[in-house]
Protein backbone atom coordinates (compact mmCIF):
# COMPACT_ATOMS: atom_id res chain seq x y z
CA UNK A 1 0.00 0.00 0.00
CA UNK A 2 3.07 2.12 0.58
CA UNK A 3 3.49 2.90 -3.02
CA UNK A 4 -0.31 3.58 -3.73
CA UNK A 5 0.31 6.47 -0.80
CA UNK A 6 2.96 7.85 -2.60
CA UNK A 7 1.17 8.47 -5.81
CA UNK A 8 -0.33 10.68 -7.61
CA UNK A 9 -3.69 11.31 -7.15
CA UNK A 10 -4.55 11.10 -10.82
CA UNK A 11 -2.84 8.45 -12.01
CA UNK A 12 -4.35 6.78 -8.95
CA UNK A 13 -7.89 7.22 -10.03
CA UNK A 14 -6.90 6.42 -13.33
CA UNK A 15 -5.94 2.58 -12.10
CA UNK A 16 -8.68 2.58 -9.81
CA UNK A 17 -11.49 4.19 -11.03
CA UNK A 18 -13.93 3.86 -7.83
CA UNK A 19 -11.47 5.86 -6.02
CA UNK A 20 -13.14 8.98 -7.62
CA UNK A 21 -16.68 8.46 -6.02
CA UNK A 22 -15.05 7.35 -2.95
CA UNK A 23 -12.80 10.85 -2.56
CA UNK A 24 -16.18 12.36 -3.59
CA UNK A 25 -18.12 11.19 -1.25
CA UNK A 26 -15.91 13.04 1.93
CA UNK A 27 -16.06 16.24 -0.58
CA UNK A 28 -12.27 15.55 -1.39
CA UNK A 29 -12.22 17.78 -5.06
CA UNK A 30 -9.21 15.66 -6.50
CA UNK A 31 -11.71 14.91 -9.56
CA UNK A 32 -11.40 18.25 -11.44
CA UNK A 33 -8.02 19.48 -10.13
CA UNK A 34 -6.02 20.78 -12.87
CA UNK A 35 -3.19 19.11 -11.63
CA UNK A 36 -4.00 16.03 -9.79
CA UNK A 37 -0.61 15.03 -9.17
CA UNK A 38 -0.95 15.75 -5.60
CA UNK A 39 -0.40 12.55 -3.44
CA UNK A 40 -2.63 10.29 -1.88
CA UNK A 41 -1.39 10.22 1.72
CA UNK A 42 -0.83 14.60 0.96
CA UNK A 43 -4.54 14.84 0.01
CA UNK A 44 -5.64 13.11 3.83
CA UNK A 45 -3.16 15.65 5.68
CA UNK A 46 -4.64 18.44 3.68
CA UNK A 47 -8.15 17.55 4.07
CA UNK A 48 -7.61 17.25 8.12
CA UNK A 49 -10.08 14.56 8.27
CA UNK A 50 -11.32 13.38 11.87
CA UNK A 51 -9.49 10.09 13.05
CA UNK A 52 -12.47 8.31 12.19
CA UNK A 53 -13.09 9.37 8.61
CA UNK A 54 -9.64 9.44 7.43
CA UNK A 55 -9.56 5.39 8.80
CA UNK A 56 -12.94 4.82 6.90
CA UNK A 57 -11.47 6.33 3.68
CA UNK A 58 -8.58 4.60 3.76
CA UNK A 59 -10.01 1.27 4.16
CA UNK A 60 -12.63 1.88 1.43
CA UNK A 61 -9.89 3.01 -1.16
CA UNK A 62 -7.66 -0.30 0.33
CA UNK A 63 -10.82 -2.36 -0.71
CA UNK A 64 -10.84 -0.48 -3.92
CA UNK A 65 -6.95 -1.29 -4.78
CA UNK A 66 -7.11 -4.86 -3.37
CA UNK A 67 -10.68 -5.92 -4.04
CA UNK A 68 -10.85 -9.74 -1.46
CA UNK A 69 -11.43 -12.03 -4.91
CA UNK A 70 -7.34 -10.78 -5.73
CA UNK A 71 -6.01 -11.12 -2.19
CA UNK A 72 -7.97 -15.10 -2.42
CA UNK A 73 -5.88 -15.67 -5.51
CA UNK A 74 -2.73 -15.04 -3.42
CA UNK A 75 -3.98 -16.38 0.06
CA UNK A 76 -5.87 -19.76 -0.15
CA UNK A 77 -6.68 -19.04 3.43
CA UNK A 78 -8.91 -16.13 2.69
CA UNK A 79 -12.45 -17.49 2.40
CA UNK A 80 -14.42 -14.54 -0.09
CA UNK A 81 -17.43 -17.10 0.06
CA UNK A 82 -19.77 -13.97 2.38
CA UNK A 83 -18.08 -11.43 0.61
CA UNK A 84 -16.52 -9.75 4.21
CA UNK A 85 -13.25 -7.97 3.81
CA UNK A 86 -10.76 -9.96 5.60
CA UNK A 87 -9.36 -7.55 8.03
CA UNK A 88 -6.28 -6.71 6.70
CA UNK A 89 -5.87 -2.91 8.12
CA UNK A 90 -3.84 -0.24 6.53
CA UNK A 91 -2.50 2.67 8.31
CA UNK A 92 -1.52 6.26 7.04
CA UNK A 93 2.08 7.34 7.30
CA UNK A 94 2.07 9.20 10.97
CA UNK A 95 1.09 13.24 9.44
CA UNK A 96 1.72 16.00 12.04
CA UNK A 97 -1.32 17.70 12.28
CA UNK A 98 -2.95 19.84 14.87
CA UNK A 99 -5.88 19.17 17.26
CA UNK A 100 -9.01 19.18 15.55
CA UNK A 101 -11.81 21.10 17.14
CA UNK A 102 -15.10 19.47 18.08
CA UNK A 103 -17.15 22.54 16.30
CA UNK A 104 -17.26 21.37 12.03
CA UNK A 105 -17.11 25.30 11.04
CA UNK A 106 -14.32 26.07 9.82
CA UNK A 107 -12.29 28.86 11.93
CA UNK A 108 -9.88 31.05 9.86
CA UNK A 109 -6.84 33.04 11.04
CA UNK A 110 -7.73 36.93 10.85
CA UNK A 111 -5.47 37.40 7.12
CA UNK A 112 -7.00 34.28 6.10
CA UNK A 113 -10.55 35.25 6.91
CA UNK A 114 -9.89 38.73 4.61
CA UNK A 115 -9.35 35.91 1.70
CA UNK A 116 -12.44 34.74 2.64
CA UNK A 117 -13.90 37.50 2.71
CA UNK A 118 -13.19 38.91 -0.94
CA UNK A 119 -14.33 35.24 -2.12
CA UNK A 120 -17.90 36.28 -1.48
CA UNK A 121 -17.66 39.32 -3.63
CA UNK A 122 -16.06 37.22 -6.03
CA UNK A 123 -18.85 34.40 -6.19
CA UNK A 124 -21.61 37.37 -6.30
CA UNK A 125 -20.00 37.69 -9.87
CA UNK A 126 -19.97 34.31 -10.87
CA UNK A 127 -24.12 34.04 -9.97
CA UNK A 128 -23.96 36.99 -11.98
CA UNK A 129 -22.82 35.55 -15.25
CA UNK A 130 -25.48 33.37 -16.11
CA UNK A 131 -27.81 36.31 -16.24
CA UNK A 132 -25.34 38.69 -17.90
CA UNK A 133 -24.91 35.97 -21.17
CA UNK A 134 -28.86 35.59 -21.31
CA UNK A 135 -29.40 39.32 -21.70
CA UNK A 136 -25.91 40.14 -23.08
CA UNK A 137 -26.18 42.60 -26.21
CA UNK A 138 -22.85 43.41 -27.35
CA UNK A 139 -24.39 45.62 -30.28
CA UNK A 140 -24.97 48.42 -27.98
CA UNK A 141 -22.76 50.20 -26.26
CA UNK A 142 -24.51 49.50 -22.86
CA UNK A 143 -23.72 45.81 -23.63
CA UNK A 144 -20.45 46.07 -24.70
CA UNK A 145 -19.74 48.61 -21.50
CA UNK A 146 -21.19 45.49 -19.07
CA UNK A 147 -18.54 43.23 -20.27
CA UNK A 148 -15.89 46.10 -19.99
CA UNK A 149 -17.16 46.52 -16.58
CA UNK A 150 -16.87 42.85 -15.77
CA UNK A 151 -13.64 42.45 -16.74
CA UNK A 152 -12.13 45.15 -15.44
CA UNK A 153 -14.21 43.60 -11.92
CA UNK A 154 -11.63 40.40 -12.47
CA UNK A 155 -8.59 41.89 -13.76
CA UNK A 156 -8.73 44.72 -10.57
CA UNK A 157 -10.57 42.67 -7.74
CA UNK A 158 -10.00 39.28 -8.08
CA UNK A 159 -6.73 39.20 -9.80
CA UNK A 160 -4.40 42.26 -8.54
CA UNK A 161 -6.47 42.59 -5.23
CA UNK A 162 -7.05 38.89 -4.43
CA UNK A 163 -5.04 36.68 -6.78
CA UNK A 164 -2.18 38.87 -5.79
CA UNK A 165 -1.82 38.49 -2.19
CA UNK A 166 -2.17 34.49 -2.33
CA UNK A 167 0.76 34.32 -4.97
CA UNK A 168 3.08 37.26 -3.89
CA UNK A 169 2.34 36.89 -0.56
CA UNK A 170 0.78 33.68 1.41
CA UNK A 171 1.65 31.35 -1.50
CA UNK A 172 5.25 32.60 -0.16
CA UNK A 173 5.34 30.78 3.22
CA UNK A 174 4.91 27.87 2.23
CA UNK A 175 6.97 25.36 -0.62
CA UNK A 176 6.18 26.69 -4.13
CA UNK A 177 6.75 22.78 -5.33
CA UNK A 178 4.26 21.46 -3.64
CA UNK A 179 1.21 20.07 -6.36
CA UNK A 180 -1.59 22.02 -4.68
CA UNK A 181 0.54 25.54 -4.92
CA UNK A 182 0.73 24.78 -8.70
CA UNK A 183 -2.42 24.02 -8.92
CA UNK A 184 -3.34 26.96 -7.72
CA UNK A 185 -1.30 29.21 -10.15
CA UNK A 186 -2.46 27.16 -12.75
CA UNK A 187 -6.16 28.00 -11.94
CA UNK A 188 -4.59 31.75 -11.66
CA UNK A 189 -3.44 31.76 -15.32
CA UNK A 190 -6.23 29.52 -16.74
CA UNK A 191 -8.32 32.35 -15.52
CA UNK A 192 -6.18 35.27 -16.80
CA UNK A 193 -6.10 33.88 -20.31
CA UNK A 194 -9.72 33.39 -20.25
CA UNK A 195 -10.03 37.03 -19.42
CA UNK A 196 -7.30 37.81 -22.37
CA UNK A 197 -10.13 35.79 -24.56
CA UNK A 198 -13.32 37.72 -23.75
CA UNK A 199 -11.41 40.95 -24.52
CA UNK A 200 -10.49 39.59 -27.91
CA UNK A 201 -13.84 38.11 -28.84
CA UNK A 202 -15.32 41.74 -27.33
CA UNK A 203 -12.88 43.59 -30.06
CA UNK A 204 -14.34 40.86 -33.27
CA UNK A 205 -18.39 40.99 -31.88
CA UNK A 206 -17.77 37.40 -31.34
CA UNK A 207 -20.67 36.74 -28.73
CA UNK A 208 -20.15 32.89 -28.94
CA UNK A 209 -16.16 33.10 -27.55
CA UNK A 210 -17.71 35.88 -24.80
CA UNK A 211 -20.19 33.71 -23.70
CA UNK A 212 -17.68 30.56 -24.11
CA UNK A 213 -15.11 32.25 -21.75
CA UNK A 214 -17.42 33.99 -19.31
CA UNK A 215 -18.86 30.44 -18.65
CA UNK A 216 -15.43 29.26 -18.52
CA UNK A 217 -14.04 31.60 -15.97
CA UNK A 218 -17.51 31.16 -13.97
CA UNK A 219 -16.66 27.21 -13.73
CA UNK A 220 -12.80 27.54 -13.08
CA UNK A 221 -13.06 29.88 -10.16
CA UNK A 222 -16.33 28.39 -8.83
CA UNK A 223 -14.40 25.16 -8.15
CA UNK A 224 -11.05 27.28 -7.27
CA UNK A 225 -12.69 29.05 -4.36
CA UNK A 226 -14.13 25.77 -2.99
CA UNK A 227 -11.08 24.15 -2.92
CA UNK A 228 -9.25 27.55 -1.07
CA UNK A 229 -12.20 27.70 1.41
CA UNK A 230 -12.49 24.14 2.30
CA UNK A 231 -9.04 22.69 2.10
CA UNK A 232 -6.24 24.82 1.12
CA UNK A 233 -7.13 28.25 3.23
CA UNK A 234 -7.55 25.45 6.61
CA UNK A 235 -4.34 23.69 5.91
CA UNK A 236 -1.86 27.20 5.53
CA UNK A 237 -3.86 28.18 8.77
CA UNK A 238 -2.76 24.98 10.85
CA UNK A 239 0.79 25.23 9.30
CA UNK A 240 1.46 29.33 10.44
CA UNK A 241 2.58 30.40 13.30
CA UNK A 242 0.96 33.33 15.44
CA UNK A 243 4.12 35.15 14.33
CA UNK A 244 3.29 34.32 10.43
CA UNK A 245 -0.26 35.01 11.10
CA UNK A 246 0.74 38.71 12.52
CA UNK A 247 3.19 39.12 9.17
CA UNK A 248 0.27 37.98 6.53
CA UNK A 249 -2.34 40.36 8.39
CA UNK A 250 0.76 43.32 8.08
CA UNK A 251 1.37 42.48 4.51
CA UNK A 252 -2.30 42.22 3.43
CA UNK A 253 -2.99 45.48 4.66
CA UNK A 254 0.09 47.04 3.14
CA UNK A 255 -1.14 45.64 -0.33
CA UNK A 256 -4.96 46.57 0.18
CA UNK A 257 -3.32 50.23 1.25
CA UNK A 258 -0.99 50.11 -2.42
CA UNK A 259 -4.40 49.03 -4.82
CA UNK A 260 -6.92 51.95 -3.34
CA UNK A 261 -9.81 52.19 -1.33
CA UNK A 262 -11.31 53.61 -4.60
CA UNK A 263 -10.48 50.71 -6.80
CA UNK A 264 -11.88 48.13 -4.42
CA UNK A 265 -14.58 50.84 -3.86
CA UNK A 266 -15.53 50.98 -7.50
CA UNK A 267 -15.94 46.86 -7.95
CA UNK A 268 -18.27 46.23 -4.93
CA UNK A 269 -20.33 49.35 -6.85
CA UNK A 270 -20.25 47.13 -10.09
CA UNK A 271 -21.22 44.24 -8.21
CA UNK A 272 -23.90 45.96 -6.33
CA UNK A 273 -25.50 48.07 -10.16
CA UNK A 274 -25.21 44.71 -11.54
CA UNK A 275 -27.73 42.59 -9.46
CA UNK A 276 -29.83 45.36 -9.23
CA UNK A 277 -29.41 45.86 -12.76
CA UNK A 278 -30.30 42.12 -13.71
CA UNK A 279 -33.69 42.47 -11.47
CA UNK A 280 -35.16 45.25 -13.40
CA UNK A 281 -34.02 44.07 -16.79
Known amino acids: MEKYLNKGIKDLISEFPEVRDILNEYNIGCVPCSVGSCLLKDIVQIHNLSPEDEEELMARITRAIYPVRNLAKRDSNIDISNGVYPDRKIKMPKIKKKAATESKEVKYSPPIQKLV ?99 GYKELLTGHIKKEDESLYPWMDRGLSIQQVGEL ?18 CRKFVTETEQRMKII
Open 249 to 266: FAKFNEAEEKIGKEVVER
Open 117 to 215: DEHALIKKWLVLIPEVIEKLDIETEDGRKLVCDGVYFIRSYADKFHHAKEEDILFKYFDGTLDIIKAMHEDHETGRAHVRAIIEALERKDKKAIIEHLN
